[in-house]
């Protein structure tokens, strides 16, 4: 009897090692660049962020224009939370540092003041 219980005893000690060892952690810390100047902005970018599915927590800074995440990565992707920002029409700095740009159609959207493609509008802030 002895016997038939220390190896159930291990088995079940097995099965779950293994099943901790499975585990993914599913909340991803994530920065990037957006592109933006003003509280408007912040906003826009961090509404947009937050109505992608599995985005737990969005921050965007006015000064550095870095935008923090916590996401769920079982449940979205970096490049589908980076396509919802360009389709509200602000311009994104990869992961990689590539430029991600804004259509024009979706960049003529943002108001006049968040222009931030424009010279003047940029040194007006």
Same mark, same amino acid.
């Given at each position: 009897m002895k016997k038939v219980i220390i190896i159930f005893s291990t088995i079940m000690?097995?099965?779950s090692l293994q099943?901790? #060892?499975t585990k #993914? /952690?599913? /909340?991803?810390k994530v920065t990037f660049e957006v592109d933006g100047i003003c509280g408007m902005c912040k906003k826009r970018i961090e509404t947009a962020a937050l109505k992608s599915k599995g985005v737990k927590f969005a921050l965007w800074d006015v000064k550095s224009h870095q935008l923090n995440l916590i996401i769920d990565s079982r449940k979205t992707t970096v490049e589908t939370i980076q396509s919802s920002i360009l389709r509200v029409g602000h311009d994104v700095v990869g992961l990689e540092d590539e430029k991600l740009v804004a259509t024009t159609e979706a960049y003529r959207t943002v108001h006049s003041c968040c222009r931030y493609r424009d010279e003047v509008i940029v040194l007006d802030h």
């Open positions: 000690i097995g099965f099943s901790q #060892e #993914e /952690n599913k /909340n991803t």
